[in-house]
Nanobody, 122 residues
Framework: QLVESGGGSVQARGSLRLSCAAS????????LGWFRQAPGKEREGVAA????????YYADSVRGRFTVSEDNAKNTLYLEMNIVKPEDTAMYYC??????????????????WGQGTQVTVS
């Protein structure tokens, strides 16, 4: 189970941190990612991290502004969002891919999803 939190309203150029709490599991290494979907648009990958070695993946639209990280002891994934823009407005979803390395930001490769948290940038 994946549960997101931290969404809300923020002004442009501001910051926000999203969290995703994961239920305990037996995997020592896994891939966790953030995706987003704006009204009328397809879901897109934002960032992902392979916990086995810390390799990270970012969409070009957020690289340099967003940072993905994971606290293994807390089973929690984070997305630090800085210098946010109105086009970052979307529902943000946490996703998990267990038992395999990350395969980029392809949503089809993630089998577990949270319910989402809304981010609105004005």
């Amino acid at each position: 189970q994946l549960v997101e939190s931290g969404g809300g309203s923020v002004q442009a150029r501001g910051s926000l941190r999203l969290s995703c709490a994961a239920s305990a599991h037996a995997y020592s290494s896994y891939c966790l990612g953030w995706f987003r979907q704006a009204p009328g648009k397809e879901r897109e990958g934002v960032a992902a991290i392979w916990t086995g070695g810390g390799t990270t993946y970012y969409a070009d639209s957020v690289r340099g502004r967003f940072t993905v990280s994971e606290d293994n002891a807390k089973n929690t994934l984070y997305l630090e969002m800085n210098i946010v823009k109105p086009e970052d407005t979307a529902m943000y979803y946490c996703a998990g891919r267990y038992g395999a390395r990350c395969a980029g930001l392809d949503a089809a490769t993630f089998g577990y999803w949270g319910q989402g948290t809304q981010v609105t940038v004005s």
